[in-house]
């Protein structure tokens, strides 16, 4: 090859060294602004063909008109007391059921005799419907707050149950024979060497025990409250107020996402703690 020739190819890079450069320096953007491009390109296009009537408002509501119906709603003081209630059933419904999904884990993770026992019906349990235990939880417990929040104890409990019991079983064994060896053993041994080594294991049961608390809660408010945003769900539909339900399920989405980013918040330092 000449020098000519040579030259040129140094001072016109290939179209695929041309386009590696390009995603390097959109990676190098702060991982906020990267985060934000598909939900302002989403907003983008529903204003664009709700204004431009390329959808009929009765189908898809504008931007606009679903910000009014939460202020109306806000001065209404209504909405405070929906998200209110049902952040308060999302919480308390995640801790019994994370505690009881923490104990049983751990007790069917070390012990195959726990495991002959219950490891088989829980199983089977985990896979019957959200659906299908609210005529239940009614009927035992009528259409009170405890029906509701144990159906969200029952959608935060199969999550961990699962990620702690697989997760303890899979501990390394030589690192338990030497906590053995220095005398650890029992509820000592499981505290300080066999939970801190699932920790990762333990939080991500949480984080995914934490969305079907949500996914729960919706499932109990839509079919026996008088308030919440499931409810406010129902309630919108019934009275075909679209721009009221769209701005529920965005609520919901916000919310999911505040807990779940508040949750990753102690995941670090209980990693940064334990590890």
């Known amino acids: 090859m000449s020098t000519a020739n040579v030259a040129d190819t140094r001072e016109n890079p290939t179209p695929a060294k041309h386009k590696a450069g390009i995603a ?124 509701k929040v144990t159906l969200v104890i029952i959608g935060a409990f199969f999550p961990v149950f699962t990620t702690v019991a697989l997760a303890l079983r899979h501990v390394d064994a030589h690192l338990i024979e030497a906590a053995r060896s220095f005398g650890l053993k029992g509820l000592k041994l499981l505290r300080t060497v066999q939970l801190p080594a699932v920790v990762p294991s333990i939080f991500s049961g949480l984080r995914l025990a934490l969305a079907q608390a949500w996914l729960f809660l919706v499932a109990a408010e839509l079919l026996g409250a008088s308030m919440g945003l499931g409810f406010l769900l129902t309630d919108s539909q019934n009275n075909g107020r679209l721009d009221r339900l769209i701005m529920t399920i965005v609520l919901l989405a916000v919310f999911g996402k505040i807990t779940d980013a508040l949750l990753s918040i102690a995941e670090r330092w209980a990693i940064k703690r334990w590890t």
């Open 24 to 147: 390097t320096t959109i990676l190098r953007a702060p991982k906020w602004l990267l985060a934000l491009i598909l939900p302002l390109a989403t907003l983008a296009v529903w204003q664009f063909v709700t204004v431009s009537g390329t959808v009929a408002p009765w189908t898809l509501p504008t931007p606009g008109s679903v910000v009014a119906a939460a202020f109306e709603l806000l001065e209404d003081g209504d909405l405070g007391k929906h998200i209110g209630i049902s952040t308060q059933r999302v919480l308390l419904g995640f801790a019994f059921g994370s505690l009881l999904g923490l104990a049983l884990g751990a007790l069917v993770g070390l012990s195959k005799l726990a495991d002959a026992f219950l490891g088989l019906s829980i199983s089977a349990l985990r896979a019957v419907p959200s659906l299908a235990w609210v005529p239940l939880l009614v009927l035992w417990m009528k259409m009170g707050e405890d029906s």
